[in-house]
T-cell receptor
Framework: QKEVEQNSGPLSVPEGAIASLNCTYS??????FFWYRQYSGKSPELIMS????GDKEDGRFTAQLNKASQYVSLLIRDSQPSDSATYLC??????????FGSGTKLNVKP | GAVVSQHPSWVICKSGTSVKIECRSL??????MFWYRQFPKQSLMLMAT?????????EQGVEKDKFLINHASLTLSTLTVTSAHPEDSSFYIC????????????FGSGTRLTVV
């Protein structure tokens, strides 16, 4: 079983819609959770971090964490074509080693 | 803050030669840095953890004699791909953080290595 699982997509949404990206993780002791965005040929950039159960909002982005279900998600409101990228979910144990999902490719159609 | 610089951004080398990639934390000190490799359309795979002043910790399946890591200062880690072969062609990325508890890890810009 992989440490972090994501649907590879592609997920296609129209411009202005809400994009919902999901991630599950296998180790219950995981403590911190991150969403990264990676454009083709570029390195990942951090979008959101979340440590506690519930929702965390930052602009158009909302991260949701449910530790009981070992599930973390990212919602992107008012999706823009510039949001088209691969979104990587990362899970961290003991604030040390990161485990990445394989990423979900998002296409936002104008 | 939390800027990680990586150099070079791309390199082409001949099979059998060695290539050195540098990773610098520009505005913070990093006792630990991480090196990742990413093949096309695949996720990031952790290769090794670079520890300042001590030996690197390699992930299972990563040849430590082939991928030499040196972390001689709190702001610099280097990855040397020795005797490179075409199968080593990949995107190599380093990461670090100034504060493990409160920051996500910041990634360098990556190095595209092509071995011909």
């Amino acid at each position: 079983q992989k440490e972090v699982e994501q649907n590879s997509g592609p997920l296609s949404v129209p411009e202005g819609a809400i994009a919902s990206l999901n991630c599950t993780y296998s180790d219950r002791v995981s403590q911190s959770f991150f969403w990264y965005r990676q454009y083709s040929g570029k390195s990942p950039e951090l979008i959101m971090s979340i440590y506690s159960n519930g929702d965390k909002e930052d602009g158009r982005f909302t991260a949701q964490l449910n530790k009981a279900s070992q599930y973390v998600s990212l919602l992107i409101r008012d999706s823009q074509p510039s949001d088209s990228a691969t979104y990587l979910c990362a899970v961290n144990r003991n604030f040390n080693k990161f485990y990445f999902g394989s990423g979900t490719k998002l296409n936002v159609k104008p | 803050g939390a800027v990680v610089s990586q150099h070079p951004s791309w390199v082409i080398c001949k099979s059998g030669t060695s290539v050195k990639i540098e990773c610098r934390s520009l505005d913070f000190q990093a006792t630990t840095m991480f090196w990742y490799r990413q093949f096309p359309k695949q996720s990031l795979m952790l290769m090794a953890t670079s520890n300042e002043g001590s030996k690197a910790t390699y992930e299972q399946g990563v040849e430590k004699d082939k991928f030499l890591i040196n972390h001689a200062s709190l702001t610099l880690s280097t990855l040397t791909v020795t005797s490179a072969h075409p199968e080593d062609s990949s995107f190599y990325i380093c990461s670090a953080t100034p504060d493990r508890a409160n920051y996500g890890y910041t990634f360098g810009s990556g190095t595209r290595l092509t071995v011909v």
